[in-house]
């Protein structure tokens, strides 16, 4: 695991993005696992900056989010699906066609999965998987659980969960209880993996990612098995964790 310390959310963003252009650069036609949430609104505007001066080419570049709320239509501004194209795909020139989320508005959990499951098998798996951590360590909705979820697979997000993302909706009542998730195996089979993290509330589980024991209780903390992992964070996130 390899961790880049920067100075604040912005330094954070900027390396973030110089990383996922450096792998559209490297390979034009390349898949990426993209990730929703306030830490990578930075990185994506970076990149559409880029993408506008000509620099960043997303022509032949295909995406594949790690989540979605159950429940909520496509256009709902509080799906992910409604997320990615708002804050990144209006402003790149992605084909939408090669763009992917999980299917939120499909009631049939085993069937909007299996069907996820078999698109990112199909593409070749992520070469660079984005990812968020959660305060409780989670990454994508995979919850703290007592075993590594495998393929996606529909979850009930925990309380913390509802809480922290409650600030995006009018009332924590009204964020959805379920969701459809990537699994963490899935996420392991990405070539690559980026984690970016900012801000002090996010030390502790940065911390457990890093340094603490690998164990389901905090999802994130098996990246420390996977060979290409790198963390990109700000001083308040690694707080925690010791200057290398
Ligand atoms: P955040 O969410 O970027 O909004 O903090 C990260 C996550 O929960 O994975």
């Not at 968020?132 to 495998?150: L, Q, V």
Request: aromatic share 8%; glycine share 6%; with cysteine.
């Amino acid at each position: 695991m390899k961790i880049i310390r920067t100075t604040d959310y912005d330094d954070m963003s900027r390396k973030a993005a110089n990383v996922i252009s450096a792998q559209v650069i490297l390979k034009p036609d390349c898949v990426l696992g993209l990730a929703t949430g306030s830490t990578p609104i930075g990185t994506y505007r970076q990149l559409a900056e880029w993408n506008a001066k000509g620099d960043c080419d997303f022509s032949q570049v295909s995406t594949y989010n790690l989540d979605e709320y159950r429940g909520l239509t496509h256009d709902d501004p509080q799906s992910y699906h409604y997320f990615m194209r708002t804050n990144f795909f209006d402003h790149i020139n992605i084909d939408l066609a090669n763009t992917h989320v999980p299917d939120g508005s499909n009631p049939d959990a085993a069937a909007a999965c299996a069907e996820y499951d078999r698109l990112v098998h199909d593409a070749g798996y992520p070469d660079l998987q984005l990812l968020g951590i959660g305060r409780n360590g989670h990454i994508g909705f995979n919850e703290p659980d007592d075993h590594f979820s495998k393929g996606t697979h529909c979850v009930d997000l925990t309380e913390s969960t509802i809480e922290a993302n409650s600030r995006l909706f009018e009332s924590a009542d009204q964020v959805p209880r379920q969701a459809y998730t990537m699994g963490v195996q899935t996420i392991m089979y990405a070539r690559s993996i980026l984690v970016i993290a900012n801000g002090a509330d996010k030390a502790d589980a940065v911390w457990a990612m890093c340094y603490g024991p690998v164990t389901p209780q905090v999802p994130a903390s098996i990246l420390q098995l996977h060979t290409n992992c790198t963390v990109i964070a700000d001083e308040a996130a690694l707080a925690r964790c010791p200057q290398e």
